[in-house]
C-alpha cells in the first residue's frame, strides 16, 4: 500500500511540474491546453487517492497510527 500511495504522490507532483513547464516555456493556445491537461491529470490524481485512502480505511486495509495525546 505504502508503495502504490507514494507512486501516485510522485505522479501528482509530477503532473504539476508539468503544468509549470507549460506555463513558462510554451505560449498561444497550446500552452493554456497542455497546462490544463496537465492541470486536470493533477486533480484526477488527487481525488483518486483521496477516495482510495478512504475506501482502504473503511474496509480495513489500513490503519491510523498516529498517537493521540494523552488526556
Known amino acids: 500500500m505504502k508503495i502504490l500511495i507514494s507512486l501516485v504522490f510522485v505522479a501528482i507532483v509530477a503532473s504539476l511540474v ?4 507549460f506555463m513558462l516555456k510554451q505560449g498561444g493556445a497550446e ?8 492541470l486536470t491529470i493533477r486533480i484526477g490524481l488527487s481525488v483518486a487517492l483521496f477516495a482510495g485512502i478512504m475506501i482502504l480505511w ?5 490503519t491510523p497510527t498516529g498517537r493521540f495525546p494523552a488526556q
Open 31 to 38: 500552452r493554456s491546453r497542455n497546462m490544463a491537461y496537465a
Open 18 to 21: 508539468m503544468a509549470g513547464y
Open 58 to 62: 473503511s474496509l480495513g486495509y489500513i
